[in-house]
Protein backbone atom coordinates (compact mmCIF):
# COMPACT_ATOMS: atom_id res chain seq x y z
CA UNK A 1 0.00 0.00 0.00
CA UNK A 2 1.37 3.63 -0.69
CA UNK A 3 1.71 5.70 2.30
CA UNK A 4 -0.25 8.46 2.26
CA UNK A 5 -0.23 11.88 4.01
CA UNK A 6 -3.68 13.06 5.35
CA UNK A 7 -4.01 16.02 7.09
CA UNK A 8 -6.84 17.37 9.61
CA UNK A 9 -8.48 20.59 8.40
CA UNK A 10 -7.46 22.76 11.47
CA UNK A 11 -6.03 25.78 11.27
CA UNK A 12 -4.86 25.79 14.87
CA UNK A 13 -1.97 27.58 15.67
CA UNK A 14 -1.42 28.42 11.86
CA UNK A 15 -0.08 31.69 11.38
CA UNK A 16 -1.70 33.30 8.24
CA UNK A 17 -1.09 36.32 5.98
CA UNK A 18 -3.85 37.78 3.82
CA UNK A 19 -3.05 40.00 1.61
CA UNK A 20 -6.08 41.97 -0.08
CA UNK A 21 -5.83 44.21 -3.25
CA UNK A 22 -8.42 47.56 -2.89
CA UNK A 23 -8.94 47.71 -6.74
CA UNK A 24 -12.84 46.49 -6.47
CA UNK A 25 -12.88 46.53 -3.09
CA UNK A 26 -16.53 46.24 -3.12
CA UNK A 27 -15.58 43.00 -4.07
CA UNK A 28 -12.74 42.15 -2.63
CA UNK A 29 -14.21 43.04 0.70
CA UNK A 30 -16.75 40.63 0.40
CA UNK A 31 -13.50 38.11 -0.44
CA UNK A 32 -11.94 38.95 2.77
CA UNK A 33 -14.76 38.26 4.61
CA UNK A 34 -15.05 34.81 3.64
CA UNK A 35 -11.58 34.48 4.20
CA UNK A 36 -11.47 35.63 7.44
CA UNK A 37 -14.79 33.72 8.36
CA UNK A 38 -13.23 30.34 6.93
CA UNK A 39 -9.86 30.49 9.04
CA UNK A 40 -12.06 31.54 12.30
CA UNK A 41 -14.33 28.42 11.70
CA UNK A 42 -10.89 26.30 11.20
CA UNK A 43 -9.39 27.38 14.50
CA UNK A 44 -7.04 29.95 13.34
CA UNK A 45 -6.94 32.95 15.90
CA UNK A 46 -7.42 36.08 15.32
CA UNK A 47 -3.97 37.11 16.55
CA UNK A 48 -2.69 34.69 14.03
CA UNK A 49 -4.09 36.78 10.99
CA UNK A 50 -2.26 39.28 9.58
CA UNK A 51 -3.67 41.56 7.01
CA UNK A 52 -2.27 43.67 4.58
CA UNK A 53 -3.88 46.05 1.72
CA UNK A 54 -2.39 46.73 -1.40
CA UNK A 55 -3.60 49.16 -4.24
CA UNK A 56 -4.43 46.24 -6.88
CA UNK A 57 -4.14 42.75 -8.15
CA UNK A 58 -0.86 43.61 -9.58
CA UNK A 59 1.09 44.31 -6.28
CA UNK A 60 0.04 41.04 -4.44
CA UNK A 61 3.17 38.84 -5.44
CA UNK A 62 5.33 41.43 -4.04
CA UNK A 63 3.79 41.98 -0.86
CA UNK A 64 3.21 37.81 -0.53
CA UNK A 65 6.54 36.76 -1.15
CA UNK A 66 7.38 39.47 1.44
CA UNK A 67 5.36 37.82 3.73
CA UNK A 68 6.51 34.60 2.82
CA UNK A 69 10.19 35.20 2.86
CA UNK A 70 9.89 36.87 6.66
CA UNK A 71 9.76 33.17 8.62
CA UNK A 72 6.81 34.20 10.54
CA UNK A 73 3.36 32.55 8.39
CA UNK A 74 2.27 29.15 7.42
CA UNK A 75 0.51 30.42 4.76
CA UNK A 76 -0.24 33.44 2.56
CA UNK A 77 -3.88 34.07 1.06
CA UNK A 78 -3.91 36.69 -1.31
CA UNK A 79 -7.13 38.20 -2.34
CA UNK A 80 -8.03 40.43 -5.73
CA UNK A 81 -10.52 40.76 -8.34
CA UNK A 82 -9.82 41.57 -12.30
CA UNK A 83 -12.64 42.40 -14.03
CA UNK A 84 -12.08 42.23 -17.61
CA UNK A 85 -13.88 45.87 -18.64
CA UNK A 86 -13.23 47.32 -21.72
CA UNK A 87 -9.08 47.62 -21.57
CA UNK A 88 -6.77 44.58 -22.10
CA UNK A 89 -5.01 45.41 -19.09
CA UNK A 90 -7.51 42.97 -17.42
CA UNK A 91 -5.24 40.72 -19.71
CA UNK A 92 -2.18 42.04 -18.29
CA UNK A 93 -2.91 42.32 -14.49
CA UNK A 94 -4.73 38.75 -14.13
CA UNK A 95 -1.92 36.59 -15.81
CA UNK A 96 0.69 38.86 -13.59
CA UNK A 97 -1.02 38.34 -10.24
CA UNK A 98 -1.25 34.67 -11.03
CA UNK A 99 1.86 33.73 -12.34
CA UNK A 100 3.76 36.08 -9.49
CA UNK A 101 1.63 34.65 -6.57
CA UNK A 102 2.37 30.82 -7.89
CA UNK A 103 5.98 32.33 -8.37
CA UNK A 104 5.80 33.86 -4.93
CA UNK A 105 4.49 30.36 -3.63
CA UNK A 106 7.27 28.44 -4.87
CA UNK A 107 10.40 30.94 -4.07
CA UNK A 108 9.44 30.96 -0.56
CA UNK A 109 8.18 27.51 0.05
CA UNK A 110 5.28 28.60 1.84
CA UNK A 111 1.49 28.18 0.42
CA UNK A 112 0.55 31.13 -1.32
CA UNK A 113 -2.76 30.87 -2.79
CA UNK A 114 -4.42 32.18 -5.44
CA UNK A 115 -7.87 34.04 -4.39
CA UNK A 116 -7.99 36.22 -7.19
CA UNK A 117 -11.64 36.27 -8.90
CA UNK A 118 -11.23 37.18 -12.83
CA UNK A 119 -14.35 37.89 -14.36
CA UNK A 120 -16.07 39.47 -17.75
CA UNK A 121 -18.06 41.77 -15.10
CA UNK A 122 -19.15 43.12 -12.40
CA UNK A 123 -22.28 40.59 -11.75
CA UNK A 124 -19.85 37.71 -12.34
CA UNK A 125 -17.61 38.76 -9.60
CA UNK A 126 -20.47 39.58 -7.09
CA UNK A 127 -22.10 35.98 -7.83
CA UNK A 128 -18.19 34.52 -6.64
CA UNK A 129 -17.99 37.21 -3.51
CA UNK A 130 -20.30 35.60 -1.45
CA UNK A 131 -23.09 35.59 -3.99
CA UNK A 132 -24.81 32.65 -5.59
CA UNK A 133 -21.75 30.78 -6.42
CA UNK A 134 -20.26 30.84 -3.52
CA UNK A 135 -16.87 32.68 -2.20
CA UNK A 136 -13.54 32.72 -3.51
CA UNK A 137 -12.39 33.67 -0.57
CA UNK A 138 -13.77 31.35 1.67
CA UNK A 139 -12.16 29.07 -0.72
CA UNK A 140 -8.72 30.21 -0.71
CA UNK A 141 -8.39 29.84 3.47
CA UNK A 142 -9.31 26.42 2.98
CA UNK A 143 -6.42 25.32 0.45
CA UNK A 144 -4.39 27.64 2.58
CA UNK A 145 -5.06 25.68 5.40
CA UNK A 146 -4.95 22.45 3.59
CA UNK A 147 -1.39 23.18 2.45
CA UNK A 148 -0.08 24.36 4.86
CA UNK A 149 -0.89 21.30 7.11
CA UNK A 150 0.72 19.31 4.16
CA UNK A 151 3.75 21.20 4.27
CA UNK A 152 4.39 21.20 7.76
CA UNK A 153 3.42 17.35 7.77
CA UNK A 154 6.01 16.49 4.83
CA UNK A 155 8.39 18.46 6.83
CA UNK A 156 8.02 15.97 9.75
CA UNK A 157 7.88 12.83 8.28
N1 LIG B 1 -6.34 45.81 -10.41
C1 LIG B 1 -7.22 44.91 -9.97
O1 LIG B 1 -7.03 44.35 -8.86
N2 LIG B 1 -8.31 44.57 -10.71
C2 LIG B 1 -8.56 45.15 -11.92
O2 LIG B 1 -9.61 44.82 -12.54
C3 LIG B 1 -7.65 46.10 -12.43
N3 LIG B 1 -7.87 46.71 -13.72
O3 LIG B 1 -8.77 46.29 -14.44
O4 LIG B 1 -7.17 47.63 -14.12
C4 LIG B 1 -6.52 46.44 -11.62
N4 LIG B 1 -5.62 47.34 -12.05
C5 LIG B 1 -4.65 47.98 -11.16
C6 LIG B 1 -3.38 47.16 -11.02
O5 LIG B 1 -3.61 46.00 -10.24
C7 LIG B 1 -2.26 47.95 -10.34
O6 LIG B 1 -2.65 48.33 -9.04
C8 LIG B 1 -1.84 49.22 -11.11
O7 LIG B 1 -1.59 48.92 -12.46
C9 LIG B 1 -0.53 49.82 -10.47
O8 LIG B 1 0.55 48.90 -10.58
Redesign the pocket.
Known sequence: MPKELKVEMSGQGLRVAVVV?R??EFVTKRLLEGAIETLTRHGVKDDDITLAWV?????LPVVAKAFGQSGQYDAVICL????R?E?D??EM?ANQAAAGISAAGRETGIPTVFGVLTTENMEQAINRAGGKSGNLGSNAASAAIETARLVQAIKTA
Request: charged letters at 5%; a negative charge.
Open positions: AFNPGSFEGAVIGTHYV
